[in-house]
């Protein structure tokens, strides 16, 4: 073996912010509450017993023993130990973002305020991530809203429950840039010339099956690549391998095999799918309730017998009849989720940082393009969750 590489698809960055009642956060996380020395406590804020909003279940497990194990690992691909201990620096960062708290102005006009027993994760929030104190605070009580053929700039107080999202969106775009510039570090260390590559075997570690008393859009995404693999393996192993017997004459016990093809146009197909009416609501940014959405589904799908109805559900959603069983999918959230929008001062606000690493994330580039839509006639289309991910499965399959 003279080399290898990794690719990554759809790193489920939200579980930093959002976990399920019986998921946990990343292992990294527990590994450097559990694994630091006295002096890295120190440096990182992290005390014996520190209570975190976001390490749910933090009941001690077999992987929080190996943060050694880790550092040891990183070592050996070339990232040193003051470069480590900097990129654990900014995961506590994340942690102490995760337990800052607003209170409701109950006034429209007014900003919502930092809880009292917040400040202290609030300061040292901004200390580990070395942001201003100041423009930190500002960035996630204010929204910054640029208007009119001028693009003339409001300033607009949120809602608490848009602080608490921002917060969250600042925690998901830091984490994901960490683990990208992991992935680019570990094959810069393991990739040899790709001019010696002439064959090479492929390892692909996915999600399995996922079926939820709540679904959403990740579990959307990664039953569809499920539903993709099957289709990959049955077209490719079972019926050419079968056709091929056949054409020679041979002999066997005939497999009978499903195919999902069905369940694969209501999903991709065109020129009508769940995932082009979802990016159809994205595109068009028009007000749209979730029951809306459900009625547009079924009714522009009827005709697919891999959809189903959920008529004893209280909540807006549709069914979907996959290889492995029917998923029922909140559509509450689905649009928003796709969009997956980044405030551009979040992005000026990182920028800002005088962290090494974070310079090395968040570059000072004053040309750099926000996710976030410019309004107006300017409006750059801008590539879905379930766009990129449709693209990365093609190159997978």
Known sequence: ??????????????????????????????????????????????????????LPNSERTLEEDCFEVTREAMLHLGINTPTQNNIFKVLAGLLHLGNIQFADSGDEAQPCQLMDDAKCSFRTSASLLWLPEDPLLETLQIRTIRAGRQQQVFRKPCSQAECDTRRDCLAKLVYARLFDWLVSVINSSICADPNYWTTFIGLLDVYGFESFPDNSLEQLCINYANEKLQQHFVAHYLKAQQEEYAVEGLEWSFVNYQDNQTCLDLLEGSPISICSLINEEC??????????????I????????????????????????????PVRYRTAGLVEKNKDPVPPELTRLLQQSQDPLLKVLFPADPEEKSQEEPSGQSRVPVLTVVSKFKVGLVVLT
Not at 298 to 321: D, I, M
């Open 298 to 325: 079924e009714s522009a799908l009827a005709g697919s017998p891999c959809l189903g109805h959920s008529k004893l559900s209280r909540e807006p959603s549709f069914t979907v009849l996959h290889y492995a069983g």
């Open 1 to 54: 073996m003279t080399g290898a590489a990794v690719q990554t698809y759809l790193l489920e960055k939200t579980r930093v912010a959002c976990q399920a009642s019986s998921e946990r956060n990343f292992h990294i996380f527990y590994q450097i509450c559990k694994g630091a020395s006295a002096d890295e406590r120190l440096q990182w804020h992290l005390p014996e017993g520190a209570a975190f909003s976001w």
């Open 283 to 296: 595109r068009l940014n028009r007000p749209s309730s979730a029951a809306q959405l459900q009625t547009r």
